[in-house]
């Protein structure tokens, strides 16, 4: 068994429960007797501590989802005065107010533990030099990983995101051993580097990546750049940040730390528990939080859970990676299509680059989706049945696993943009 940050992530699954149990009932009536919108909605459903004999009574709980936060804004899910907040993050909204989220000191320390058993449970040690290249500020990727991994006792540089090519000069002036982004901007920095003939010259050997989607080849191909090994990690604002899950060097799901957070999976159309191994909506309920405690956010992201421990010794469960969010699906002719899937199938081909965009149009009724991506073996540029015979391999493949008709169009190297945070790789235009 290799070694965990804490003893509590080999509890047995009876231990975990118990916990569980009990934490679930005092943040009920923590909720109940410190936020007075928690106050109204618990007592129209009738749910009290007492309604909770098990932990599957959770289902007794209404739900909260992004409306409720839009509606509360800024504070109306806080469960403490301003003067027991001692730091505010806030989502990253593309559209209309943020979601505030505020911390209790206390708070602050468990998430730093949480996000410690993470890293920890990634490789991360003692001896590492890592440069977080999230962006410092509102958003809560930087931080929860800053006092993590300070927590652990490694070296953290705050370098942020952005400015690439000083991120470069930084990674081998001082010989960073570990990497904090997100997939597209590792896969960034990789491509750089590359070019630049310096990834020999790194001493990069982790990559803690996480805050949007990585499928297991995307992966590979960001380990086979940069020389390293990565964990994905997973969270989000509403629930404090990082912290949530991340996956152990298995890699076999992402392991939840299941003494902060109870995760269900609900069918999103109909709202029921689903049972256990069942693919739907994650929905999460924090058993600790004192500055913003969530009860039953329905968190948008598909996935699945696994109870069985893991090979690495943890108990805790583990989530899948996350297939997409239910409002990232794209529905095409009536298909459900997840862009996870799309790049499962575009990164086995070694003539292509990790760059792409789903483009979706509607003419007469009916929807198009065009898959722009980039090609990296530029000598497919002079050899056009060649070029032509690649676009009907990659069509028929995504034939294959969509189950619909796509349209593909082979790019020039670099004319598909980067991206320092999360990648946008959806322009959905059928609206316009
Ligand atoms: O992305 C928190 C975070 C920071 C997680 C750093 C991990 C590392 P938000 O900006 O509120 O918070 O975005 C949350 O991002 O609901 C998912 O849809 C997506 N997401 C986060 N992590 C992953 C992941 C942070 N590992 C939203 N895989 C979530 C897939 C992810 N999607």
Not at 103 to 116: F, K, S, V
Not at 240 to 264: A, K, Q, T, W
Not at 344 to 364: D, E
Not at 404 to 423: H, M, N, W, Y
Request: glycine share 10%.
């Amino acid at each position: 068994m290799s070694s965990v940050f804490s003893q509590a992530e080999t509890m047995s699954r009876k231990e975990i429960e118990v916990i569980q149990l009990l934490k679930l009932k005092k943040e009920i009536d923590y909720c109940i007797a410190n936020n007075a919108e928690y106050g109204k909605r618990l007592g129209e459903a009738g749910v009290t501590s007492d309604k909770i004999k098990d932990i599957s009574d959770i289902k007794y709980l209404p739900f909260i989802t992004k409306k409720d936060m839009h509606s509360t804004y800024p504070f109306g899910f806080f469960g403490q005065p301003m003067n027991k907040i001692v730091r505010i993050h806030a989502s990253s909204g593309t559209t209309g107010k943020p979601t505030v989220i505020g911390y209790t000191q206390r708070d602050l320390d468990d998430w730093a533990e949480c996000m410690a058993r993470l890293c920890f449970a990634g490789g991360a040690r003692e001896s590492d030099i890592f440069q977080i290249c999230f962006g410092y500020g509102l958003f809560t990727g930087a931080l929860g990983l800053h006092y993590a991994l300070e927590k652990i006792g490694a070296t953290v540089i705050p370098s942020s995101s952005g400015n690439t090519e000083k991120q470069m000069m930084l990674m081998q002036d001082f010989g960073t051993t570990g990497l904090v982004s997100t997939p597209s901007y590792a896969e960034y920095i990789g491509e750089l580097a590359r070019e630049q003939g310096i990834t020999e010259n790194l001493k990069l050997r982790l990559g803690l990546l996480g805050s949007e989607g990585c499928t297991p080849e995307m992966r590979n191909h960001i380990e086979s750049a940069l020389h390293i090994f990565v964990t994905d990690n997973y969270g989000m604002s509403e629930l404090g940040g990082p912290g949530v899950s991340g996956e152990c060097e298995e890699r076999d799901g992402m392991h939840i730390n299941e003494d902060f957070y109870l995760c269900e999976i609900i069918d999103p159309i109909t709202g029921e528990v689903l049972p256990e191994g069942s693919q739907g909506e994650l929905v999460v309920t924090t058993l600790a939080k004192e500055g913003f405690p969530m009860l039953r956010y329905r968190t948008g992201d598909i996935t699945k859970l696994v109870k069985e421990p893991c090979k690495c010794g943890r108990t805790f469960a583990r989530m899948d990676k996350i297939k997409g969010r239910s409002d990232d699906m794209l529905k095409i002719r009536g298909v459900n299509v997840f862009p996870s899937q799309i790049e499962s199938v575009l990164m086995t081909y070694p003539q292509i680059a990790p760059h792409y965009q789903l483009v979706v149009t509607r003419k007469n009724y009916s929807d198009r989706l065009e898959v722009r991506v980039e090609i990296s073996d530029v000598s497919l540029l002079e050899n056009f049945a060649k070029l032509e015979e690649l676009q009907e391999n990659i069509k028929s493949k995504l034939k294959t696993i969509l189950g619909i008709d796509t349209a593909v169009s082979l790019v020039e190297p670099k004319t598909l943009e980067r991206f320092q945070g999360k990648a946008k790789r959806i322009l959905d235009l059928r609206n316009q």
